[in-house]
């Protein structure tokens, strides 16, 4: 059946927008209804929340929720809204998709919306006792100050029902008893790769439970979006997950030539895909140095970083970037490829081939390594799907989740390559995905390399760029996972509202379920097997 | 009063860009009646300090990623005596900053500064720092950490290239040449007020 009759049959007054994405409109009281019918679908359940976007359409405040099917990767949006300003409120999804906690808890911050029935309604970014809304259309951005206090975390989360009469009821659910021995680990710790806080409760050497607490480098770079024309909001994306910036960058570019309607060559397509796949090398090289660092290896930081230069130097001739290139632009990229690229990818390929057996000598046989890894912090494909940790720790699950299989983008569906999957879902798992695909990202880089085509590297486009009405996503492979942009234009020179799903924030979310049980040491190897970039969690 | 010129070994002292920057501050260090006349002993001890200098890493973002390549074998920083980087405060004589300071961030970074033993430097690595760089506008960014904390060095960029770096801690073990380290002078103490 037609996923619009599937709808429409549970609410008949759906509504359907096809400007852009397929949206559904559905009121709020028939959301949860409507959302259980599509996750327990029986041909095709929407089982994947890929995102909850928090809007604030000037009368209303609601949220967008992107779903996706893991069997036949249909997608579907749904819309829902609540007038009231002053107290809004929406049912909570958080009992269909566990991810739904923790994005509710980000549209509760940045917009204030109470989700009834979520376990957890803190703030998650910001400090709790923050003042206002930020992402609020009517939010001053001067109203507050900087606070050098210390701020002061509370141990209970609220949990909001709703009575009979339509009042509010507020439970408090505990995070930490006050018997609790809880270590704080971070934000200022070099293992926690950024800054980022875990709150961790012990039992002896056993971790009974991880609270998260994230926003020490939340930039606002969602909010500071609205106001940027188009091409000034490339140069953010950069920024966020500095090991996929060439990743994140082509999504947001993909998703603004998509909406306005912009052509580019092919050329510029075998580019990007080359450039892409180089940018996951370089991710995994460093996330293997990372790994073994963390773990208290420091000769194979040494080999990790040997190869990663030459990666860098590439980039650098042609981009003149060596960590955040600025590579990709509306239309095509910002220059062409320097004379000695291909010559120089090809020998990077070559060495690369050639030593990645010291890589596995060293660590991947290594008796310290496989003990400390294998059977460790175990991640089932249930759990991976409704956490949403995609990426490699998705595959490591067993679940099949890339972006490039099964939404092919750029040149992906024309070269030939293996999506990597583990079914064990164990740290190990999650180390062998990205040592397997630095060998699959050179395959792809191999099947392209002799045959970029003659043309233009860029199409000329306006400065001033105007996207027509209405709500467009992309969404790509990035080094960690799916990275998706959602772009809701109201017809000007700069979005109305430009979202960003983190690779990173599923990942973080789901280290609690993930890790207890197992011992503090394992944390740290566990947190880095996992592979998070903080900019990008807090955006 | 002449100054002394600080040696540094890779980089003579014209081919530094902001030599004028040093003789101003030993100008004014003399103005407010800080005996610069450096005593042997203190140039023995200049000589270590600035040779071991231990940094304590406040890398929040991309350019602390950018950092730790001055650590692998390419750009290998042990050549110039700051190898050894410390995650405790309490050890260390210099803070690097390097990524975004956000509001959330800056009660910690100013605990952190605290902690760290006199006589100790700042370093503000990248634009973000500076100035809060592209996320100025932001309103959950510090434009610019001296606002809070007192800055040594800036090093521009973002992120800065791996010689940045380089050029930048020079710049700080020079100043560090320079100072006194004998007769209780904290450069933080603000100056006395004249009747
Ligand atoms: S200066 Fe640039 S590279 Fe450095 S932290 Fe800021 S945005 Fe990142």
């Known amino acids: 059946m037609d996923i619009k009759n599937k709808i429409s049959n549970i609410v008949p007054n759906a509504e359907f927008k096809e400007q852009g994405d397929l949206i559904a409109v559905v009121p709020a009281d028939s959301l949860h209804k409507v959302a259980e019918a599509l996750r327990y679908d029986k041909e095709d359940a929407m089982d994947y929340l890929r995102e909850i976007v928090g809007m604030d359409w000037g009368e209303t405040l609601g949220a967008l929720y992107y779903l996706e099917s893991t069997t036949s990767h249909n997608r579907i949006v749904l819309r829902t809204e609540t007038s009231d300003r002053e107290n809004p409120m929406l049912p909570s999804v958080s009992d269909l998709w566990k991810t739904a906690i923790i994005k509710e808890r980000e549209a509760f911050d940045f917009f204030g919306i109470k989700f009834i029935g979520n376990p957890d309604m803190r703030r998650l970014f910001l400090r709790e006792d923050w003042v206002g809304f930020p992402m609020r259309k009517d939010y001053d951005l001067k109203s507050n100050e900087l606070n050098m206090s210390n701020e002061v975390n509370a141990d209970t989360t609220e949990e909001y029902s709703l009575n009979p009469d339509g009042t509010l009821s507020c439970k408090h659910n505990v995070v930490f008893n006050p018997e609790d021995f809880v270590v704080n680990i971070g934000p200022q710790h070099p293992s926690t790769h950024g800054a980022l806080r875990l709150r961790t409760a012990l039992d002896g050497e056993t971790v009974k439970k991880v609270d998260p607490v994230c926003g020490y480098i939340h930039r606002g770079i969602e909010k500071m979006n609205e106001s940027l024309t188009y091409p000034q909001t490339l140069a953010l994306t950069d920024r966020l997950d500095y090991l996929s910036a060439h990743q994140s960058r082509h999504a947001l570019c993909m998703c603004i030539e998509k909406a306005a309607g912009i052509e580019i060559s092919e050329r510029a397509q075998y580019i990007r895909t080359i450039m892409d796949e180089l940018q996951r090398i370089d991710s995994h090289l460093l996330f293997y140095s990372c790994l073994v660092l963390d773990m208290g290896g420091f000769t194979p930081f040494f080999y990790g970083f040997r190869e990663r230069e030459m990666v860098l130097d590439i980039f650098e001739e042609t981009t003149g970037g060596r960590l955040i290139q600025n590579y990709n632009m509306i239309g095509g990229v910002q220059a062409d490829l320097h004379p000695d690229f291909q010559k120089k990818v090809k020998e990077f390929i070559k060495h690369m081939r050639g030593i990645i057996h010291e890589y596995h000598e060293i660590f991947t046989g290594n008796v310290i390594a496989t003990t400390r890894l294998k059977g460790v912090g175990v991640l089932s494909r249930e759990d991976a799907i409704s956490y949403a940790t995609t990426g490699g720790t998705g595959r490591a699950s067993g679940w099949s989740n890339d972006v490039r299989k099964h939404h092919p983008y750029a040149m992906y569906d024309k070269v030939d390559f293996k999506e990597i999957v583990y079914t064990e879902g164990d740290s190990f798992a999650r180390y062998m995905v990205r040592m397997d695909e630095i060998m699959e990202s050179m395959h792809i880089i191999e099947q392209l390399i002799d045959n970029i085509p003659e043309g233009e590297y860029r199409v000329k486009t306006k400065p001033i760029i105007r996207i027509p009405e209405g709500n467009y996503s992309a969404s790509v492979e990035s080094s960690r996972g799916e990275f998706g942009v959602f772009l809701e234009s109201h017809g000007d020179k700069s979005p109305y509202r430009l979202h960003y799903r983190s690779t990173g924030l599923p990942l973080v979310h789901a280290l609690d379920s993930v890790c207890r049980g197992e011992k503090l040491a394992d944390l740290i190897a566990i947190g880095a097997s996992m592979d998070f970039v903080i900019p990008d969690i807090d955006r | ?195």
């Open chain 2, 1 to 195: 009063m002449g100054m002394r010129e600080p040696k540094i070994r890779s980089m003579k002292y014209e081919e530094f860009k902001n030599n004028d920057y040093l003789e101003e501050m030993v100008k004014e260090l003399n103005a407010n009646g800080t005996n610069v006349v450096v005593t042997t002993a203190d140039q023995l001890i200049d000589w270590g300090r600035s040779n071991s200098i231990w940094s304590f890493l406040l890398g929040t973002s991309c350019c602390a990623i950018e950092f730790m390549t001055l650590g692998a074998a390419r750009y290998d920083m042990a050549r110039f005596g700051f190898e050894v980087t410390r995650n405790s405060p309490r050890q260390a004589d210099v803070m690097l900053v390097l990524g975004t300071i956000t509001n959330k961030m800056a009660p910690l970074m100013k605990r952190l500064y605290d902690q760290i033993a006199e006589p100790k430097y700042v370093v503000a690595v990248g634009g973000c720092t500076i100035s809060g760089g592209p996320f100025r506008k932001s309103y959950h960014v510090v434009n610019g950490i001296d606002k809070i904390i007192p800055v040594d060095v800036y090093i521009p960029g973002c992120p800065p290239r791996p010689e940045a770096f380089y050029y930048g801690l020079m710049q700080l073990q020079r100043k560090i040449k320079l100072e006194n380290f004998f007769g209780g002078v904290n450069r933080k103490q603000p100056k006395p007020v004249e009747e």
